[in-house]
T-cell receptor, first 117, second 112 residues
Framework: GAGVSQSPSNKVTEKGKDVELRCDPISGHTALYWYRQSLGQGLEFLIYFQGNSAPDKSGLPSDRFSAERTGGSVSTLTIQRTQQEDSAVYLC???????????????FGDGTRLSIL | AQSVTQLGSHVSVSEGALVLLRCNYSSSVPPYLFWYVQYPNQGLQLLLKYTSAATLVKGINGFEAEFKKSETSFHLTKPSAHMSDAAEYFCAPHGGYQKVTFGIGTKLQVIP
């Protein structure tokens, strides 16, 4: 597949458990982004990777959230000790060039729908 | 940081009627501006983008948007709505900063 792939597509877990969400960007895309989409809240920026480094982690809501990217490709978003307010759709996007350059669009995966019981 | 305002979180139009989704941006320097569309249970897809080459930009599915610097607007239009246009639409500035601040989104309902 040529698009951004996210797994799992759905995740239901109990409060307090840890979850790991995976994103496979489009091959050759150096920039990768994580967003959270909650009902009625729009898209909330979480973190941005350029290659394997994360120059902007300002959107991570708490220290329970972390993300890494290895090999300039796959990224994982980890949420520890999940809370009910973490329930949302987590979207990953990649682009050919950093957003600072401006002209390249973001390509989005279909998201992981996370439900915390 | 650059930001956009989307007026109307929900818009309803009749099938065949004009679609107008509003986006105003705040910045002294026109950024690149994008419209994305999100269908149910999917991620966002690029609809069209403004990159200063032309003020009237045509996108997919018959949509277009006109960049108006005097009004700091980049409204999305389509002459005749189709049922398949029902989705959520996001306006977003790109360029100059490392993150994108999306508008709140506008949900378009098309009434048969």
């Amino acid at each position: 597949g040529a698009g951004v792939s996210q797994s799992p597509s759905n995740k239901v877990t109990e409060k307090g458990k840890d979850v790991e969400l995976r994103c496979d960007p489009i091959s050759g895309h150096t920039a990768l982004y994580w967003y959270r989409q909650s009902l009625g809240q729009g898209l909330e920026f979480l973190i941005y990777f350029q290659g394997n480094s994360a120059p902007d982690k300002s959107g991570l809501p708490s220290d329970r959230f972390s993300a890494e990217r290895t090999g300039g490709s796959v990224s994982t978003l980890t949420i520890q000790r999940t809370q009910q307010e973490d329930s949302a759709v987590y979207l990953c996007a990649s682009s050919l060039a950093p957003l600072r350059a401006g002209s390249q669009p973001q390509h989005f995966g279909d998201g992981t729908r996370l439900s915390i019981l | 940081a650059q930001s956009v305002t989307q007026l109307g979180s929900h818009v309803s139009v009749s099938e065949g009627a004009l679609v107008l989704l509003r986006c105003n941006y705040s910045s002294s320097v026109p950024p690149y501006l994008f419209w994305y569309v999100q269908y149910p249970n999917q991620g966002l897809q690029l609809l069209l983008k403004y990159t200063s080459a032309a003020t009237l930009v045509k996108g997919i599915n018959g949509f277009e948007a006109e960049f108006k610097k005097s009004e700091t607007s980049f409204h999305l239009t389509k002459p005749s709505a189709h049922m398949s246009d029902a989705a959520e639409y996001f306006c977003a500035p790109h360029g100059g900063y490392q993150k994108v601040t999306f508008g709140i989104g506008t949900k378009l309902q098309v009434i048969p």
